[in-house]
């Protein structure tokens, strides 16, 4: 699974959407659920948007914050499609018995084609190609200052989503996992080798 942040940019005036996405594919065709968005699509059709994976994180609990840093809210630049502000998503209307549904209906919903691609290193690195120098929409570009402070803040103590835990690792990285025990179990130790599961 790809825990991916993505722009969805308008070809027509150059609005954009930035969001989250958990994904098999990393370039499969969602473009983003925004309400701004979804009528931009409706009014321009899917062919005159395009999207981007920005970046990726290492896990879901990550996903969120990791979305936050790149969100620009419709009332701080007319041209964005996002009109929530960094933390302040609607709840879901999902109830607990929805979700749990949901859950049943896609336990062992596999598509071996898309497993496969997603375990491919080659494809990795295909991915990661993709983003580097000037292909990087980031590139040459650094958050201000009063930003950083902001997301410092925002993202200390209980607020982090790390806050109490750590990853653990055994057999040289084949397993990761997150571990919120103060002891670290006989076998194991701390840290996380990238690329291996969790």
């Not at 896990?59 to 840093?69: A, K, M, N, Q, S």
Request: some cysteine; charged content about 30%.
């Amino acid at each position: 699974m790809f825990f991916t942040v993505y722009k969805t940019t308008n070809l027509v005036n150059g609005h954009y959407y930035v969001g989250s996405h958990k994904t098999l594919d990393p370039n499969d065709d969602y473009l983003g659920s925004g309400d701004l968005l979804l009528d931009a699509v409706k009014k321009y059709g899917r062919e005159k948007f395009k999207k981007e994976v920005i970046c990726m994180a290492l896990c879901e609990e990550w996903l969120e914050p990791l979305e936050d840093t790149f969100i620009v809210p419709n009332e701080v630049d007319p041209k964005s499609y996002n009109i929530n502000p960094f933390g302040t998503r609607p709840p879901s209307k999902r109830t607990e018995e929805h979700k749990r549904n949901i859950g049943l209906a896609n336990r062992g919903n596999k598509r071996p084609d898309l497993v496969a691609y997603n375990s491919s290193n080659e494809r990795r690195k295909e991915l990661s190609e993709r983003r580097i120098g000037t292909n990087n929409p980031f590139f040459n570009k650094k958050h201000n200052t009063e930003y950083k402070i902001q997301q410092s803040r925002r993202n200390k103590g209980k607020n982090n989503p790390m806050y109490g835990s750590t990853y653990i690792q055994i057999n040289n990285g084949k397993i990761n996992k997150r571990w919120s025990g103060k002891e670290v179990p006989d076998g194991w130790v701390r840290g996380w080798l990238y690329g291996t599961n969790h």
